[in-house]
């Protein structure tokens, strides 16, 4: 074999093999990262877009909790109502927690409400993360800190467990082509640039390994 053909053989393995390890990396990290919170903010969002439209209007000097305790039961959803100032529940869908128990809501910078709360009159409104000081399990929720008495509604959903390989796995066989295409044009690429370089690299080692001329 000659010595391009054995430095293209190198080359190409070489660009192969971290390829694979790459992907395989890749699959590792996967599997082990939860699952982004971004589809449960915006179901979250969705609910809160019907509150402000239908509960809130209706609202005269205090929240309609029975309202809310349908909302919360025709979407899967738990609200609870915050004292702001005092970061105290005041009322909770799921009767969980005692009026008066401290929440600490953490906020998640990452994600903001769209534009079009915008133009509802609202004083702030967030998304991030709680522990429920009555089970220890983690929520996500949508704050919308209310004009009503300092009061933040919040709309909680449980996190999920779900990791972005389980994500990932319902769009299996959506996601099998361009898998298969990228990994075709990877096999080329590495194909191409072993050439080049064996190329580039044999010439003059030839020359120099070449006997001299009489």
């Known amino acids: 074999m000659s010595l391009r053909w054995r430095l293209f053989a190198t080359y190409f393995l070489l660009l192969v093999v971290t390829l694979v390890v790459i992907v395989g990396a890749l ?3 996967i599997s082990s990262r939860p699952e982004p919170p971004l589809t449960s903010y915006q179901q979250l969002a969705s609910v809160a877009r019907l509150i402000l439209d ?19 039961e025709d979407n899967d959803t738990r609200i609870l109502i915050v004292d702001s100032a005092e970061s105290t529940v005041q009322f909770d869908t799921a009767g969980l927690i005692e009026q008066g128990t401290s929440i600490n809501l953490e906020r998640d910078p990452t994600y903001r409400l769209d534009t079009r709360f915008a133009a509802l009159k609202l004083a702030e409104g967030y998304f991030g993360s709680f522990i429920d000081p009555a089970t220890g399990a983690e929520w996500l929720y ?9 009061f933040t509604a919040v709309l909680a959903e ?10 990932l796995a319902e769009f ?14 990877g096999m080329v690429f590495a194909f191409l640039l ?5 190329r580039q690299i044999s010439k003059p080692l030839a020359s120099v390994a070449a006997p001299p001329s009489r």
């Open 194 to 198: 072993a050439a080049v370089m064996s």
């Open 54 to 72: 239908e509960v809130v209007p209706g609202v005269t000097g205090r929240l309609a909790l029975a309202q809310l305790m349908q909302v919360a």
């Open 158 to 167: 449980i996190r999920s467990t779900r990791t972005l390989n389980d994500a």
């Open 27 to 29: 699959l590792v990290f």
């Open 172 to 185: 299996g066989v959506s996601l099998a082509g361009p898998l298969i295409q990228s990994a075709v044009i």
């Open 142 to 150: 949508i704050g919308l800190r209310t004009r009503v008495r300092d």
